[in-house]
Structures are given as C-alpha cells and as structure tokens.
Antibody, heavy 120, light 111 residues
Framework: EVQLVDSGGGLIQPGGSLRLSCVAS????????MNWVRQAPGKGLEWLSY????????YYADSVKGRFTISRDNAKNSLYLQMNSLRAEDTAVYYC?????????????WGQGTLVTVSS | QSALTQPASVSGSPGQSITISCTGT?????????VSWYQQHPGKAPKLIIY???KRPSGVSNRFSGSKSGNTASLTISGLQAEDEADYYC???????????FGGGTKLTVL
C-alpha cells in the first residue's frame, strides 16, 4: 500500500525556520517525482515545489522561491522541505504529493498533511 | 502566479448531473492535455479523480468524467450522491510560471 507520512509542522515565530519531512513506503520512491502543496486555513490548494527523481530538476512557486528548499534522500525514501524566513502567510497545512504516471502534474498520492503555524 | 478560474460553488440534487469549469489560458489548460481534478472532503487530503483531462485513476467511479474545450476544462459528476459533497480543485501544467497552477476550488453541495 502506498503511504506518504508528513511530519515536522508546529508553531514557529515569524522569521524562523522549520524542516518538514515526508516518508514514503509501498512504492519505489526513487522512481517518482515529488511535490509539496499547501493549504492555508479555509483556502484553496497552492503548489509550492517539485523535485525530479535524481534531484536534478527543481521548481518553486514564486511565493516561496528563495526562502524554501526542497530536497530528497532516495536511500531513506524521504522528501524534505526546508522553510526559512517564515511569515504569517505561510501558515497552512503542508502536504507532500507524488506525481503519477502522466507527464503532467497528476498528484496521485498525498500525505496526511502537517500543520505549520507562523505566529508570535 | 494566477490561479485557474473555478466557480466558488455549485449545487445539485441527488441523481442529477453537475459540471464544474476550470478556465485558464493557452499557457496552461488550453495548451496541454495535462489537467487534473481532485476531490477533497473536510479535514482530509485531496484525492485524484481525473488526470490528463479525461482519464480516471483505478478505483474512481465512472460517474466522474473530464473534458476540455479551448482554455476551459470541465469536470462532470453524474448521478449525484450525498458522498460527492466536497471541494473540487483542478490543476494544470503551465509554462507561464513554473510547472503547476491550481484552480481556486469549487464547493459542491448536494441538496
């Protein structure tokens, strides 16, 4: 069974840093591209970042470019999101999501989400 | 980046059919057959229900179907059931920003 387990969220002060993790199981992690998507309270989904299988290709949304860094460790079946210079508007549930077999962004499996609250 | 445009809400009675639109530009929806749709129940992670405009993942009911005309993609749900009440999001590959753009979401109410 494919599983993605998100963790690392919590309460953090503005300007602070946090590292999210996503541990994958039930599939060959190293062969799938991965993404981070977030959802602010009561709002819609916002794609944040993409990473290719070998980490050679990385994309970011403009809203997080320069502040967030996506990475992966295929040996540990893990995806990460390093978040720096956090702002109140970064408060959201953060999901990791696997790209399916299409060439386009079809996110076929999602983590359960981890809540990040940026507040003083 | 600009989100794809979806109606904020739609509603229908059990057994009826509804359609949710997702309007973009030639840089995303209109230019590529890479539109996906997701269903999200309150407090849950999104679930992929349509990808590549018209394809259904294994296990998804055939009551869900997708189509596209020009810069607008559509999700149709036939034979509405109470369990279909949820938020629905589209996304698309895009060349105007980087990789992915989501729609703002549509709340479906089953009357």
């Amino acid at each position: 069974e494919v599983q993605l387990v998100d963790s690392g969220g919590g309460l953090i002060q503005p300007g602070g840093s946090l590292r999210l993790s996503c541990v994958a199981s039930g599939f060959t992690f190293r062969t799938y591209t991965m993404n981070w998507v977030r959802q602010a309270p009561g709002k819609g989904l916002e794609w944040l970042s993409y990473i290719s299988t070998s980490s050679n290709t990385i994309y970011y949304a403009d809203s997080v470019k320069g502040r967030f860094t996506i990475s992966r460790d295929n040996a540990k079946n893990s995806l990460y999101l390093q978040m720096n210079s956090l702002r109140a508007e970064d408060t959201a549930v953060y999901y990791c999501a696997r790209d399916g077999n299409s060439y386009g962004p079809d996110f076929d499996y999602w983590g359960q989400g981890t809540l990040v609250t940026v507040s003083s | 980046q600009s989100a794809l445009t979806q109606p904020a809400s739609v509603s229908g009675s059990p057994g009826q059919s509804i359609t949710i639109s997702c309007t973009g530009t030639s840089s995303d929806v209109g230019g590529y057959n890479y539109v996906s749709w997701y269903q999200q129940h309150p407090g849950k992670a999104p679930k992929l229900i349509i990808y590549d405009v018209t394809k259904r993942p294994s296990g998804v009911s055939n009551r869900f179907s997708g189509s596209k005309s020009g810069n607008t993609a559509s999700l149709t749900i036939s034979g509405l059931q109470a369990e279909d009440e949820a938020d629905y999001y589209c996304n698309s590959y895009t060349t105007s920003t980087t990789y992915v753009v989501f729609g703002g979401g549509t709340k479906l109410t089953v009357l």
